[in-house]
T-cell receptor
Framework: GIQVEQSPPDLILQEGANSTLRCNFS?????LQWFHQNPWGQLINLFY???GTKQNGRLSATTVATERYSLLYISSSQTTDSGVYFC?????????????FGTGTQLKVEL | DTGVSQNPRHKITKRGQNVTFRCDPI?????LYWYRQTLGQGPEFLTY????????KSRLLSDRFSAERPKGSFSTLEIQRTEQGDSAMYLC????????????FGQGTRLTVV
């Protein structure tokens, strides 16, 4: 099945700093989503972005489908950004109809 | 739109007991998914329904696990003869059956088997 790798696994930032999270995937995708998992375990949708670039406030994401990677940018980070960020993909062939998740990036934003 | 709803939020059970979880998807979504997440890992796919039909099951879904989606609305996931290794967060998601298959997740049911 499709493989998803996220980097870095852990990240510590000072409040106000910017960061880039990366997601590499091993095959063509029909769907790519970025999630933020809050301390209570709920997955919050950040972006549905199988290709192209989107922005939502301090967050933006870019997926280059032909090169099989996606980037999540967090600008002017705040303590409330802390948590685990997951990239998940739905493969175009032989693995469709479900999301395969990476192992996540654990982000901690300090004052 | 109230989002995906899961009940209960937490369940503590003794080893060997049966447990059942419920998921109510977003009303217009005809795809429903179950995932399991253990500590420090990303969610892993368990099974997928399109309307009432269960179309795919993961090898993770042992014969002690069964899922149903009668009438294509809510779904239940039952675990029989629970084991300590079943302790995990069980997540439900739903999506449209269209070119946009963005999935939305519920708050999860955290199962602890003692």
């Amino acid at each position: 099945g499709i493989q998803v790798e996220q980097s870095p696994p852990d990240l510590i930032l000072q409040e106000g700093a910017n960061s880039t999270l990366r997601c590499n995937f091993s095959d063509s995708v029909n769907n790519l989503q970025w999630f933020h998992q809050n301390p209570w375990g709920q997955l919050i949708n950040l972006f549905y972005i199988p290709s192209g670039t989107k922005q939502n406030g301090r967050l933006s994401a870019t997926t280059v489908a032909t090169e099989r990677y996606s980037l999540l940018y967090i600008s002017s980070s705040q303590t409330t950004d802390s948590g685990v960020y997951f990239c998940a993909v739905e493969g175009l062939t032989g693995g469709g109809n479900k999301l395969t998740f990476g192992t996540g990036t654990q982000l901690k934003v300090e004052l | 739109d109230t989002g995906v709803s899961q009940n209960p939020r937490h369940k503590i059970t003794k080893r060997g007991q049966n447990v059942t979880f419920r998921c109510d998807p977003i009303s217009e979504h005809n795809r429903l998914y179950w995932y399991r997440q253990t500590l420090g890992q990303g969610p892993e796919f368990l099974t997928y329904f399109q309307n009432e039909a269960q179309l795919e099951k993961s090898r993770l879904l042992s014969d002690r696990f069964s899922a149903e989606r009668p009438k294509g609305s809510f779904s239940t996931l039952e675990i029989q003869r629970t084991e300590q290794g079943d302790s995990a967060m069980y997540l439900c998601a739903s999506s449209m059956d269209s070119s946009n298959t963005e999935a939305f997740f519920g708050q999860g049911t955290r199962l602890t088997v003692v």
